[in-house]
C-alpha cells in the first residue's frame, strides 16, 4: 500500500513553498556577490585562504551578476540593491476585479536576478511564470522599476 503525504506539493509556479520559506529573507545574485567580495577582501586582510566552494560560489554568483559597477563601492551598491529589493516585495496592485497582488520574495530575487535593460513582459512571465497573475501593465512597471535601477548602478 502506498503512502500517502500531508505535506504541500512545492510549485515555485503557483507560488507554493514548503514551510522552511515562510519567514526568510532570500537574496539576489548581486546581493550575495557584494558579501562574498567584502568577506573575501577581509579574508585576504587575515591571510586566510578561501575554500573551494567558497571560490565556485563567488565565480558562480559573478557569473550571473548583472546589478554590478567596479567604479562604485560597495555600499552604494548594497543600497541600490536593498532599495530595489524594498520597492519590490512592497509593490501593490490592484486589478479589475479588485483583487490586490503582491511578490513573494522568491519573485522579487528572480526578478533581480533574470531582469536585464531589455527583459520584455512575455520574457519575465516566461521565466517567472507566477507573474502571469499580474496585469502585463503592472509587469511592465515592475521591470521599469528594475531598469532603472540597473542604469543607476552601471553608470
Same mark, same amino acid.
Given at each position: 500500500?502506498?503512502?500517502?503525504?500531508?505535506?504541500?506539493?512545492?510549485? /515555485?509556479?503557483?507560488?507554493?513553498? =514548503?514551510?522552511?520559506?515562510?519567514? #526568510?529573507?532570500?537574496?539576489?545574485? *548581486?546581493?550575495?556577490?557584494? #558579501?562574498?567580495? %567584502?568577506?573575501?577582501?577581509? /579574508?585576504?586582510?587575515?591571510?586566510?585562504?578561501?575554500?573551494?566552494?567558497?571560490?565556485?560560489?563567488?565565480?558562480?554568483?559573478?557569473?550571473?551578476?548583472?546589478?554590478?559597477?567596479?567604479?562604485?563601492?560597495?555600499?552604494? @551598491?548594497?543600497?541600490? @540593491?536593498?532599495?530595489?529589493?524594498?520597492?519590490?516585495?512592497?509593490?501593490?496592485?490592484?486589478?479589475?476585479? =479588485? %483583487?490586490?497582488?503582491?511578490?513573494?520574495?522568491?519573485?522579487?530575487? /528572480?526578478?533581480?536576478?533574470?531582469?536585464?535593460?531589455?527583459?520584455?513582459?512575455?520574457?519575465?512571465?516566461?521565466?517567472?511564470?507566477?507573474?502571469?497573475? @499580474?496585469?502585463?501593465? *503592472?509587469?511592465?512597471?515592475? @521591470?521599469?522599476?528594475?531598469?532603472?535601477?540597473?542604469?543607476?548602478? %552601471?553608470?
Amino acid at each position: 500500500m502506498a503512502e500517502t503525504s500531508t505535506a504541500a506539493i512545492e510549485n /515555485a509556479a503557483e507560488r507554493q513553498f =514548503g514551510p522552511e520559506f515562510d519567514d #526568510i529573507h532570500i537574496l539576489s545574485n *548581486a546581493q550575495v556577490a557584494v #558579501i562574498l567580495q %567584502v568577506s573575501a577582501r577581509s /579574508a585576504v586582510n587575515r591571510d586566510e585562504e578561501l575554500n573551494e566552494v567558497y571560490r565556485k560560489t563567488q565565480k558562480y554568483v559573478e557569473r550571473f551578476n548583472t546589478m554590478t559597477n567596479p567604479e562604485k563601492d560597495n555600499q552604494e @551598491l548594497v543600497e541600490e @540593491l536593498d532599495n530595489l529589493q524594498d520597492a519590490l516585495a512592497s509593490f501593490r496592485k490592484e486589478t479589475d476585479d =479588485g %483583487v490586490e497582488h503582491e511578490l513573494h520574495s522568491f519573485e522579487v530575487s /528572480a526578478l533581480m536576478n533574470l531582469v536585464i535593460t531589455d527583459t520584455s513582459v512575455e520574457e519575465a512571465i516566461a521565466l517567472i511564470p507566477s507573474l502571469s497573475r @499580474l496585469p502585463e501593465a *503592472a509587469i511592465d512597471e515592475i @521591470l521599469d522599476l528594475i531598469k532603472s535601477t540597473m542604469i543607476r548602478i %552601471v553608470s
